[in-house]
């Protein structure tokens, strides 16, 4: 089974705050994600990466900046947080083609900013 | 564009009965998956079952099963003998074959009673 570990699992930071979120899986998967869930948009793209050093621009990715440094770790960075990146976020990964051929997902970080 | 659409926003069934969720996906990629995850009251989502597009046979994965049509574009799921562990949200999501990023609808609340 597929492990893929968030931190922190709660964060709360104030208006213009810098927060980064941590995402590290352990199954040598190449691709990594990073998406937001908010009641009534269901799940929704922020950044994503194929590689170490590789980035990729999601659906929502403003306000956002993404790393990945190492095939295990992705990090989500926001630099200057406002109240509207309140929201739970998650971190996936797959190996796309392979045997399992899905997404994993972590357990989800809460973030509130206020 | 790729699209995934689930018009459902709740579903309310008694416990041992069947339920299907509806999904519409939209596509111009030849050769695509469909997947179903689930997401408990934790906030934990997890995968349940995937249906590639050149497969002709409906996905079947313990008491879920999918009803795949293709030319409707549609992609069914079926519980059966719903259980009170089952309600959770339900999320339809696509991956076309031309990237590598999956697409979510919003997603189907499944409360089951006793």
């Known amino acids: 089974e597929a492990a893929v570990t968030q931190s922190p699992r709660n964060k709360v930071t104030v208006t213009g705050g810098n927060v980064t979120l941590s995402c590290r899986q352990t199954?040598?998967?190449?691709?990594m994600y990073w998406y937001r869930q908010d009641t009534g948009h269901g799940l929704r793209l922020i950044h994503y990466?194929?590689?170490?050093?590789?980035?990729q621009i999601g659906d929502v990715p403003d306000g956002y900046k993404a790393t990945r440094t190492t095939q295990e770790d992705f990090f989500l960075l926001l630099e200057l947080a406002s109240p509207s990146q309140t929201s739970l976020y998650f971190c996936a990964s797959s190996d796309w083609g392979g045997s399992q051929n899905t997404l994993y997902f972590g357990a989800g970080t809460r973030l509130s900013v206020l | 564009a790729q699209k995934v659409t689930q018009t459902q926003t709740s579903i309310s069934v008694v416990e041992k009965t069947t339920v299907t969720m509806d999904c519409v996906y939209e596509t111009r990629d030849s050769s695509y998956f469909l997947f179903w995850y689930k997401q408990t009251a934790s906030g934990e989502i997890v995968f349940l079952i995937r249906q590639d597009s050149y497969k002709k046979e409906n996905a079947t994965v313990g008491h879920y099963s999918l009803n795949f049509q293709k030319p409707k574009s549609s992609i069914g799921l079926i519980i059966t003998a719903t259980q009170i562990e089952d309600s959770a949200v339900y999320f339809c999501?696509?991956?076309?074959?031309?990237?590598?990023?999956?697409?979510f609808g919003d997603g189907t609340q499944l409360v089951v009673k006793p």
């Open positions: 990466s194929y590689g170490a050093g590789n980035l």
């Open positions: 999501a696509m991956r076309g074959n031309s990237n590598n990023r999956i697409f």
């Open positions: 199954n040598s998967h190449n691709y």
